[in-house]
């Protein structure tokens, strides 16, 4: 099946759930030692409670932002790339830090199709959800259905 036929069978409202992920310190330390982000918010919990961010206090680490950012990517990736689909664009706003123990799914809906001259888009929100159901983060993402990889 090509990514045209793939395409039309995409509905506005179709789910793309992600894959649960727990957070640890080795999945701190693995994404700063990728990211290079050494930042003592993500791994020092004694500099953590003496400090505060514009009045904020998290007490305890949390983990790096852009790794809600990665996991939104592998859910769209994982969904898209069968489909002849490719993740194009992703603007994410972080709503909730995200703590040591916590479980977060990303979720990915349909809310609108746009075929045009150049190609076939999809456009997405996103929604990254705690443990309990609590929104962490938001944002829209952009995908192009396409038979060969674009440029």
């Known amino acids: 099946m090509n990514a045209q036929e793939n395409y039309e069978k995409i509905q506005t409202g179709d789910v793309v ?3 649960p992920f727990t957070v640890t310190t080795d999945t701190i330390q693995d994404f700063g030692d990728a990211s290079l982000d050494y930042n003592p918010l993500h791994f020092d919990p004694n500099w953590m409670e003496k400090n505060d961010f514009g009045g904020t206090s998290f007490n ?13 990517t592998r859910t769209l990736t994982d969904w898209l790339v069968p489909r002849g689909g490719y993740h194009r664009r992703l603007e994410t706003r972080w709503i909730k830090p995200v703590k040591l123990g ?4 990303p ?3 349909v809310i609108r ?8 888009w ?3 929100d996103i929604i990254v ?6 929104p962490v983060a938001t944002g829209q993402a952009l ?8 440029a």
């Open 17 to 19: 759930e992600g894959r």
């Open 60 to 72: 305890g680490v949390i983990m790096h932002g852009m790794q809600n950012f990665a996991l939104i």
């Open 102 to 105: 916590d479980t977060i799914t």
């Open 107 to 109: 979720e990915a809906k």
């Open 113 to 120: 199709k746009n075929p045009t001259d150049g190609g076939l």
């Open 122 to 124: 999809v456009q997405f």
């Open 129 to 134: 959800k705690n443990q309990q159901g609590e």
């Open 143 to 150: 995908a192009e259905f396409r038979d060969t990889i674009p």
